[in-house]
């Protein structure tokens, strides 16, 4: 009986200090990974060579002031010259919805209209 307590004495703490190590290198290996993903970074962007056309249109300033968050205007240089005024909503949309681009409801046809006019096939 003693050598069985004996015995699972030892197991028991070879097991406590095995699982002490693993907590241990776990921690370390989080402290050292937090400690690299929380240092500064800097990203720098190439100068934007491509500007949003100018227009009277509202969603002019829109485009440069909400799409420009995310992406220049190559985008919409990009696309199709014959998309209509329904690609370009779907576009708006899309990157509202699944982009989260700061657009509200209110402006989202002011953008569709001037990306449709100035780079889809109601262009002027």
Request: with cysteine.
């Amino acid at each position: 009986m003693i050598t069985m307590r004996s015995s699972y004495l030892k197991n028991s703490r070879a097991i406590s200090t095995t699982l002490a190590k693993v907590v241990f290198m776990s921690a370390l290996i989080t402290t050292l990974s937090l400690h690299h993903a929380l240092q500064a970074k800097t990203v720098e962007w190439p100068a934007d060579s491509v500007q949003w056309r100018s227009s009277e249109l509202a969603g002019y300033a829109l485009a440069q002031q909400k799409c420009s968050t995310c992406h220049s205007a190559h985008y919409a240089e990009y696309q199709p010259p014959n998309a209509g005024t329904g690609y370009w909503k779907a576009q708006v949309l899309r990157m509202k919805t699944v982009f989260k681009a700061p657009i509200t409801d209110d402006e989202v046809q002011s953008v569709v209209d001037y990306l449709s006019q100035t780079y889809g096939s109601s262009r002027k």
